[in-house]
């Protein structure tokens, strides 16, 4: 990427160097002193005024006394010059070039009295440091374009886009105070308006406080909570930003609330909520799509509760569902979650995934009279497995559930016994049956030696693991997999002792 302010003052210069040896620049206040060095034509000796002017007399004199040489005596402070300093520029050019000159100058860009003001300041300063990551070789370049540069150099922003200013405005502590102090309040001011932003209204006159963070904050999530959550509006037009440009605001919240390592946002939210009484403008399902808010999580968990309590149709349980899908990782669980103190919602998905699947499962386990043990088993591996998973899932949750442990925890825990009781005595009737632990393409435990690890070229490590469930296996095979590791699968029937012989043997270690 260019640097078109640069490349400006390189021009500019070079001009100058093209009829005179010697120049003496005027930048008052410094505002170009970032590009200095860059700017310096070729051949041309730099001297830097550095708080007083004797040193550089004695220099160009000792150096150069005849001027032989080319010379820029740069002087950024307004100061009392010495009457040597004036017979310099009548024998070259003196050169008066701020930020505001150089704009003016190189880019067409009016510049009236405001302009140089805040043209003047430490933000202007950063902004011709950031000027290639700010505006790069943007050409032409507006008036417009320069004032949300400035902005982005007083706000730290990435860039000049709207979406970036604004999500530093409510994530720097000092933004308000920078703003002031650079003297950028108004043109900020101005800049919201641009973007749909109410700085002022019947109820809230303008005065600095319109444009606080809290405000913009409150902008920013309001704007969310109407999109995602279709938010009821009233009461809130001093606050909401003109609907055309809802959706907008409503895309940089989301990006906002992304940002996982912003301390202010969870502050400046809950004062939101506490400002403008949010939970009293929440009800009904709708709002589940909202993610701004924490709030909205205590206000769903209270409606669940009521709809559960009329029972669990299948249509209730879809939008038990739904609503703790939408919720189970907005950044309002993820924190809970490391916290300690999770929301609700895994183990409501985990409950819902219990009551849907063990109607069918159970069903099909009584419908037919005699299982194999092959037919059972394949159908655990290829499904039924689930069932576990969910269950350690529910169990890992559940003092999460809270007031949805009666209507919709103990339920889910009662249909998986079912779904084990009906399960265990199908496998044990199997058995009986065959008087054999040995499934058809199931590779028994004790070959699992001479048949998987022998036979391998390369060093193999046999790892036994203690109570490695079904379930547990296909999530250790998924979660190495996510790492890069290939990973084949082959079904393999354990080989346990009874429960009374190990009983027998913790009992009696050295009699047997």
């Known amino acids: 990427m260019g640097n078109s302010l640069l490349q400006a003052l390189q021009h500019e210069l070079e001009e100058v160097f093209q009829e005179h040896s010697i120049a003496v620049w005027y930048d008052l206040g410094g505002t170009l002193s970032a590009l200095v060095e860059k700017a310096v034509p070729q051949n041309v000796h730099l001297l830097r005024f550095e708080r007083a002017y004797l040193p550089l007399r004695v220099k160009l004199e000792e150096t150069d006394p005849f001027l032989e040489k080319r ?7 307004e100061s009392r010059k010495p009457s040597w300093l004036r017979d310099y520029e009548l024998a070259g050019r003196r050169l008066d070039l701020t930020l505001a000159d150089l704009l003016s100058r190189a880019f067409d860009i009016p510049v009236n009295r405001r302009m140089r003001e805040i043209l003047s300041t430490p933000a202007a300063k950063r902004l011709v440091e950031r000027w290639e990551n700010l505006l790069g070789s943007t050409l032409p370049i507006t008036f417009r374009q320069v004032k949300y540069a400035l902005l982005a150099a007083a706000l730290d922003a990435t860039s000049t886009a709207p979406r970036d200013l604004i999500l530093s405005y409510v994530t720097r502590e000092d933004a308000h105070v920078s703003l002031r102090e650079n003297g950028l309040l108004p043109e900020f001011r101005r800049f919201l308006d641009d973007q749909g932003f109410v700085v002022a209204s019947a109820h809230l006159p303008l ?4 444009v606080s963070p809290l405000k913009v904050a409150a902008a920013l999530l309001f704007s969310e909570a109407v999109v995602n959550g279709r ?31 912003d301390e202010i946002l969870p ?34 968990v209270r409606e669940l509760e009521a709809l559960l309590k009329t029972g669990l149709s299948p249509e209730i349980l879809d939008e038990v569902e739904r609503i703790a899908k939408l919720r189970a990782n907005t950044r309002w669980a993820r924190e809970s979650a ?13 409950a819902v995934e ?37 269950y350690r899932r529910l169990e890992a949750y559940w003092d999460s559930l809270g007031v949805l442990e009666e209507p919709l925890g103990l339920p889910a825990a009662r249909a998986y016994e079912e779904f084990l009781n009906v399960l265990a005595r199908k496998v044990a009737m ?26 391998q070229a390369e060093e193999t490590a046999l790892l036994l693991a203690d109570g490695l469930r079904y379930d547990l296996a296909i999530a250790l095979a998924r979660r190495l997999r996510e790492n890069g590791i290939e990973v084949e699968e082959r079904r393999t029937l354990a080989s346990l002792p009874s429960i009374g012989i190990l009983v027998e043997q913790g009992a009696h270690p050295f009699e047997r």
Do not use: C
């Open 207 to 210: 005065f600095p406080g319109d």
């Open 430 to 455: 199997a058995l009986e049956n065959t008087h054999s632990w040995q499934i058809p393409d199931w590779l028994p435990q004790s070959r699992v030696l001479e048949d998987e690890v022998i036979p």
């Open 354 to 390: 219990i009551l849907k699947a063990v109607p069918d499962v159970s069903k099909k386990l009584s419908q037919k009279g005699q299982w194999s043990l092959k037919d059972l088993f394949d159908q655990y591996a290829e499904g039924w497995w689930h069932l576990d998973d969910a």
């Open 267 to 300: 502050q400046m939210v809950r004062e939101v909520q506490e400002a403008y009484q949010i939970e009293e403008r929440l009800s009904g399902l709708d709002i589940a799509g909202i993610q701004g808010f924490p709030a909205v999580d205590e206000v769903l």
């Open 71 to 77: 010379w820029l005596i740069y002087i950024p402070a």
């Open 231 to 261: 938010l009821n509006t009233a009461g809130l037009e001093d606050v909401l930003p003109r609907e055309e440009n809802r959706s907008q605001w409503a895309s940089w919240a989301m990006e906002w609330l992304r940002h996982r390592d």
């Open 338 to 350: 490391d916290m300690t103190a999770p929301l609700p919602w895994k183990a409501s998905l985990a």
